[in-house]
């Protein structure tokens, strides 16, 4: 701490630091929360692909359409699209989510796609 002059006015650099703290979790909060629940998602097609060989295309989306339910994601991460080869499967989704903030709305775009070779 950098000792000035006049008694409290060194308070004004630890203010000026604990609101940019308080932003930081207020807006990271919002946003944590939308990511966590992409990652959450994400994490689910792979276990489903990584599962695939004993589940056909119909089940997989079922239980896509499930978890995106359960998770609370907008009606758009449903529309789950199960594409499979004779080497391969491809899991893949887009959704779009809108954060809230006090003044500001901010729209983001996900496009979860999982690829899994047999």
């Known amino acids: 701490m950098v000792a000035l002059g006049r008694p409290g006015r060194s308070r004004l650099g630890c203010l000026t ?30 276990q489903e692909a990584r599962f695939a060989s004993g589940l056909s295309n119909g089940e997989i989306a079922a239980h896509l359409r499930a978890k995106a339910d359960s998770l609370g994601l907008p009606s758009g991460a449903a529309d789950v699209r199960v594409q499979r080869t004779r080497a391969t499967i491809t899991i893949s989704t887009a959704y779009r989510e809108t954060v809230h903030f006090r003044y500001v709305s901010r729209v983001l775009s996900f496009a979860p796609r999982v690829e899994r070779q047999f």
């Open 17 to 46: 630091g604990i609101l940019a703290l308080a932003a930081t979790v207020y807006f990271g909060s919002h946003l944590g929360e939308v990511y966590l629940r992409y990652y959450q998602f994400r994490d689910a097609m792979r």
